[in-house]
């Protein structure tokens, strides 16, 4: 059965930094685009940010852009969310997903899902 899974979560003070990992369990998943998704308490499941299979297009919600970066390393299988200048309302459940088409933006588009990695910022 195909996984994602997420790590890198944790509590920051705002204005800190994280990196969230996503790491995928077949191959072939190298061919999909990435997104990442959040989900606050109450609220329903956000886009953050996207990168097609080739690294060579992303996309990113207009609440992270310039904060957030997307990456992938192809070779590792694996997907990044670097998280700069953290604020409060960035706390939520972040998601792993992927899906063969690009420009996707919202959840339930996305095929393939991780369970979650909590990140909360703090004041």
């Known amino acids: 059965q195909v996984q994602l899974v997420e790590s890198g979560g944790g509590l920051v003070q705002a204005g800190g930094s994280l990196r969230l990992s996503c790491g995928a369990s077949e191959r072939t998943f190298s061919s999909y685009t990435k997104g990442w998704f959040r989900q606050a308490p109450g609220k329903e499941r956000e886009f953050v940010a996207a990168i097609s299979w080739s690294g060579g297009r992303t996309d990113y919600a207009d609440s992270v852009k310039g904060r957030f970066t997307i990456s992938r390393d192809n070779a590792k299988n694996m997907v990044y969310l670097q998280m700069n200048s953290l604020k409060p309302e960035d706390t939520a459940v972040y998601y792993c997903?992927?899906?063969?088409?690009?420009?996707?933006?919202?959840?339930?588009?996305?095929?393939?899902w991780g369970q979650g990695t909590q990140v909360t910022v703090s004041f």
């Open positions: 997903a992927a899906d063969p088409q690009f420009g996707r933006r919202t959840w339930d588009e996305y095929y393939y």
